[in-house]
């Protein structure tokens, strides 16, 4: 009897050996790689020797300070001020370049800042562009996750029955999720564009001509809320399979003793839909987390990170350090800063989706 468990435990690592392998090869060697880089001064093309930096690219990454600005005064104390009533402060650069006095301000930049009575508070990143591109991904991620799987599930329940020609339908919301995303990219950004983009010319026509064209990816205030819009979209119908099967997994017999029952469609859903989903929620809300932490064609192709670095999330920030501007070091730990933010959110997600006893 052993002898037979030891030949079938030998046949089933032989069977997972390359998928092991390829793994091993792909993704477990390039992080602890990664991590390693990130430890040194590493160029992709560089004369001078690779030397160990320690810590110093995750708080070059990751340093911030606050700091009270106070009001230029004259000689007899009163605050100064310009013409218009402004308060006059001194230039920050002042103190964050060259200031013995200061050494945890060197080199920063301000990210935002507020009043604070006559003083002015300021907030300093030493890279103010990531820490755009860190929010900007924690926030595609929290509108995208809820919004994406919500409009996938409703057209899951729109398509779930049993209908003449229904299939059709179904190839058609799916066929996005076959579409290269650079393609759809490319679509969508002649869709947006500020001339005679589709959009533009849609809203103009249902308001009798009183909307004025818009330049949607031009615009800080709206160019990540339309690549929002975008992978929404082509990433509608992938999801809406996944919550398709799962509710054929529910039991017909189980909505028939619900309408024996006289529960409502809302009470239905509540009571048997919903709790029979229970773990494809849980699949979906996985799967599109990690996708949306992922971004990054989307942005090269529609804006390239701008306009002024409203649109920068990390997987494209640690691509254009790492090879745009050849700090592999740099790009390394945003990498493994991106790693272990995911690794923290999936803890969490399986955390609060265990299952109860």
């Given amino acids: 009897m052993a002898s037979k468990l030891t030949r079938a435990n030998r046949a089933g690592w032989l069977m997972a ?9 792909f993704i477990i060697l390039p992080f602890f790689l990664a991590f390693a880089f990130s430890l040194t001064n590493q160029r992709l093309a560089s ?14 990454l990751l340093g911030l300070a606050v700091f009270r600005l106070e009001p230029e005064r004259d000689d007899a ?4 001020r310009d013409d218009d009533g402004v308060i006059e402060y001194p230039r920050l650069r002042n103190f964050t370049r060259n200031n013995d006095a200061y050494p945890h301000l060197d080199g920063k930049r301000e990210w935002f800042s507020w009043q604070s009575g006559e003083n002015r508070m300021v907030v300093l ?5 990531f820490i755009r591109a ?19 599930l409703g057209l899951a329940l729109l398509i779930n029955q049993k209908l003449r020609g229904i299939s059709f339908y179904r190839a058609v919301y799916f066929m996005p999720v076959v579409v290269s995303i650079v393609v759809v990219s490319l679509l969508w950004k002649f869709i947006y564009s500020p001339g005679d983009g589709l959009l533009n010319n849609v809203l103009g026509f249902l ?21 929002m819009a975008m992978s929404i979209w082509q990433g509608v119908g992938f999801h809406m399979v996944i919550w398709l099967s799962g509710l054929q997994t529910i039991s017909p017999t189980l909505y028939e003793a619900a309408e024996i029952e006289g529960a409502s469609k809302r009470q239905t859903f509540r009571y048997v839909t919903w709790p029979g989903l229970r773990n494809t929620a849980v699949l979906i809300l996985i799967v599109i ?29 640690a691509v254009e350090r790492g090879y745009g501007r050849q700090d592999i070091s740099g790009g390394s730990a945003i990498s493994v800063i991106l790693f272990v933010v995911v ?8 955390y609060l989706t265990r299952e109860k006893t």
């Fill in 207 to 227: 308001t009798f001509g009183l909307f004025q064209p818009h330049d949607w990816l031009g615009d800080p205030g709206t160019a990540l809320g339309s690549i």
């Fill in 289 to 317: 987390t990690m996708q949306a932490f992922a971004l990054f064609a989307q942005v090269d192709v529609m804006t390239g990170g701008g306009p002024l670095d409203s649109t920068q999330v990390l997987v494209f920030q």
């Fill in 125 to 129: 990143a030493s890279d103010v562009v």
């Fill in 77 to 80: 104390g009163e605050v100064l």
């Fill in 134 to 152: 860190l929010l900007n991904t924690f926030l595609f991620v929290i509108v995208v996750a809820p919004l994406q799987a919500a409009c996938a």
């Fill in 47 to 60: 004369p001078n020797p690779t030397e160990y930096v320690g810590f110093s690219n995750y708080s070059d």
């Fill in 17 to 25: 050996g390359p998928g092991v392998l390829l793994m091993a090869t």
């Fill in 343 to 350: 690794l923290c959110i999936s803890l969490i997600q399986r």
